[in-house]
């Protein structure tokens, strides 16, 4: 009650990239067997999440345009956040999203130098302006009472796209049903795998234009795969937008 109570006083705007979107926008996390979308030729934005920008730049994509990067890999001494600085060292963005970042400025930025992370912008994303973000995509509010309603970073960079105009969303390296990372070999658990499957099915059933390159994802959850023709279906007066 406290905190839906405080979400209620806040306030809190969902972030929105500085520029729309015009085309469609590649989300690309870090489960195991992403693929480059058929036909990819890096005109599309490209968005990552924590370490998934080195398996990403493996593939051949370039440097993201934005990055989802959680305030624990910045300082954290668990394994995974190890492993995300490693991966991650002297390598850059254009905006990077620290989500839940509570520490003082001075210290974001010498946390970040440490593993000589460049970035272009920099911003803070705060807790609720993320559940804002949920609220605002799917239509209800969910407050991550409880590790079960948790969604992923990877759900937070999709919601990011459509509510920043993008026409469409092909996620690549995002899925329910894998366990562990891409960038380590640690095969640790996603304890948000329900609430991310359930929205993306709630995206999906919205008429929203999400596709995957995962044909994994595809046959799972019934998402339409990415073919190199696949945007000429796309036409900006059908294609509804999450801000709706």
């Known amino acids: 009650m406290e905190q839906r109570i405080a979400y209620a006083v806040l306030r809190p705007r969902p972030p929105k990239h500085p520029v729309p979107f015009t085309s469609p926008v590649l ?19 490209l968005i990552t999440v924590n370490g998934s920008q080195s398996i990403a730049a493996g593939l051949g994509l370039p440097d993201p345009d934005v990055t989802f990067m959680t305030f624990n890999q910045i300082e954290g001494t668990n394994p995974n956040a190890v492993w995300v600085r490693s991966v991650l060292s002297g390598r850059r963005t254009g905006l990077l999203h620290i989500l839940r970042w509570s520490r003082s400025d001075e210290d974001l930025h010498e946390g970040l130098a440490r593993f000589n992370y460049g970035y272009d912008t920099l911003r803070k994303v705060s807790r609720y302006e993320r559940i804002a973000l949920f609220e605002a995509g799917v239509g209800r509010l969910n407050l991550e009472t409880d590790q079960d309603a948790k969604f992923s970073n990877g759900l937070t960079a999709v919601l990011y796209a459509f509510h920043s105009g993008a026409p469409a969303v092909i996620i690549s390296g995002v899925n329910p ?15 948000h795998s329900g609430t991310d499957r359930d929205t993306l099915l709630a995206l999906k059933a919205k008429g929203l234009r999400l596709f995957t390159a995962d044909p994994s994802v595809a046959e799972n959850l019934g998402l339409p795969l990415w073919r190199a023709d696949s945007r000429e279906t796309l036409t900006g007066s059908s294609a509804k937008q999450a801000t709706e």
């Open 27 to 45: 989300v690309f996390g870090s489960a195991p067997s992403s693929h480059v979308p058929e036909g990819y030729d890096g005109s599309f934005p």
């Open 177 to 191: 049903g894998a366990e562990g990372h891409a960038y380590n070999d640690l095969n640790l658990s996603r304890r």
